[in-house]
């Protein structure tokens, strides 16, 4: 069975950084791309970042670019969001999820709160 | 960027009924290649992450009902549920991974 365990989240002040983890397992972590995508309170789906299965590419939404880095370590099944910069904006449940193309598994989510 | 937009936004309905609901998109979706149509639709329920229930616009995902179909090409798309269930009742979103990734609003579906 396919799962992802995000884990990192908390409450920060606006500025500051916040490192996200998404611990993959039940398939072959190293063979597929992975995603972040958020969620603000009441609000929509929002795609932030992917990472080919062997990191050669990574794409960032335009409203996280420069500030967002989406890494990977194959040897730990882990996938990482490293946040800078943050802003209110950027409040959200975060979610990682599986696939290149679609995204056809999901983790539970991890919430960040950015505020003063 | 490709901006998706799906109407209604919600829509009441009773369990048994027929649900359509649309998506579209400003630019086509359709890779003259291959033939594909680049578009997903998720459900949400209240509570939960989002879960994949089509691919390529009409392709259903294992173990999902029947009852949910995908259609449409192009620029315009539907999901349809052709007899609603209670545990239907969710946010559906569609998305577009033709030029990164793009969700649109989401339909909530409510109990009339």
């Known amino acids: 069975e396919v799962q992802l365990v995000e884990s990192g989240g908390g409450l920060v002040k606006p500025g500051s950084s916040l490192k996200l983890s998404c611990v993959a397992s039940?398939?072959?972590?190293?063979?597929?791309?992975m995603h972040w995508i958020r969620q603000a309170p009441k609000k929509g789906l929002e795609w932030i970042a992917l990472?080919?299965?062997?990191?050669?590419?990574?794409y960032y939404a335009d409203s996280v670019k420069g500030r967002f880095t989406i890494s990977r370590d194959n040897s730990k099944n882990t996938l990482y969001l490293e946040m800078n910069s943050l802003r209110s904006e950027d409040t959200a449940m975060y979610y990682c999820?599986?696939?290149?193309?679609?995204?056809?598994?999901w983790g539970q989510g991890a919430s960040v709160t950015v505020s003063s | 960027d490709i901006v998706m937009t799906q109407t209604p936004s919600s829509q009441a309905v009773s369990a048994g009924e027929k649900v359509t609901m649309s998506c579209k998109s400003s630019?086509?979706?359709?890779?003259?290649?291959?033939?594909?149509?680049?578009l997903a639709w998720y459900q949400q329920k209240p509570g939960q992450s989002p879960k994949l229930l089509i691919s390529?616009?009409?392709t259903r995902e294992s173990g999902v009902p029947d009852r949910f179909i995908g259609s449409g090409s192009g620029t315009d798309f539907t999901l349809t549920i052709s007899s609603v269930q209670a545990e239907d009742l969710a946010v559906y979103y569609c998305?577009?991974?033709?030029?990164?990734?793009?969700f649109g609003g989401g339909t909530k579906l409510e109990l009339k």
């Open positions: 999820a599986k696939g290149g193309n679609v995204m056809d598994a």
């Open positions: 039940g398939f072959t972590f190293s063979s597929y791309g």
């Open positions: 990472i080919y299965y062997d990191s050669s590419n990574k």
């Open positions: 630019q086509s979706l359709l890779y003259s290649e291959n033939k594909k149509n680049y």
């Open positions: 390529w616009a009409s």
């Open positions: 998305e577009q991974y033709y030029d990164t990734w793009t």
